[in-house]
């Protein structure tokens, strides 16, 4: 059976906690097979990328397999060719395609009509991959205590927050959410959260006051204000000042609180230039964690 990893609901929280243990068997060596030998995978882009594009090509070929980069504007489809036309092709000639859109809708249309796995590599309103080598972060940090400690998301409720939200049911996870009043995160995924919640003990608060969300924590985590693609709103960049992630609200948090950031950062605006470079060795231990966790679900998917 195909499976596909087009939004973190797609693996059961077995798989999830399996995928975590194989990341870290990959990272440190004590797995190091070739699980993609003589496997093609395509790297299918609309949207420019850093880390999710040089850690899926470097994850495919450390694995043994061959990575090839499909830019939307060099394919038919640039053209007016159907999406399910190229995905019926492109699925003759991949073992496996991971895409990158501004269109959570073209993803899962792509993926109807696919005969080989898709992951999702980010949409306007999910990024699976970037949470997954999150928690795999976490994990590598607190170990059996993950569950126990308290991770707080302050500022936008974008597809990062949304797939945050899928996390800590998936996991079992203590998630704080606070984000503007209007810019809260989907209702589907909050739901898709809570129904997960019931199953592994996790729970999410969702509010509107970010030292609520902050108070005591052990993990503070924001992101970019404004998307790619999405244009600049004075109005809610005031809306969220208040969320900025700098001394003054991190000094509600534990004395010894890990701040994240999925990247690129806009420092000076959801987060500080010191609160970054303080935590700089963190943020990029979670931007690294992408290779490896990344690996993880390419052998979950292909072998």
Known sequence: MIRNFVDLWEITPDEGWAILLDAESIKTG??????????????FFTKPSTRTRVSFEVAVHQL???????AEQSLQVSRGEDL???????????????????????????ARYSTVPVINALTDMSHPCQVLSDVFTL???????????????VGDGNNVCNTWLVAAG????????????GYEPSSYYYQAGEDLCKITGGSIYLTTNPVEAVKDAHVVYTDVWVSMNQERDEEKLNLLKPYQVNQKLLSYARSDVKVMHCLPARKGEE??????????DFIFRQAENRLHAQKALLKFLLV
């Open 30 to 43: 004590r797995d190091n097979q070739k699980y993609l030998l003589g496997k093609n995978v395509g790297l």
């Open 64 to 70: 043994g397999g061959n990575a090839i980069y499909l």
């Open 84 to 110: 399910k036309d190229t995905s019926r092709t492109l699925s003759r000639y991949l073992d496996c395609i991971v895409i990158r859109t501004d269109s959570h809708r073209k993803l899962e249309e792509y």
């Open 139 to 153: 994990y590598e940090t607190f170990q059996e205590d993950l569950r126990n400690i308290k991770i707080a998301y």
């Open 170 to 181: 998936l996991f079992g996870l203590n998630l704080f959410v606070a984000t503007p009043e």
């Open 271 to 280: 987060i500080t230039e010191d609160v970054f470079e303080a935590h700089a």
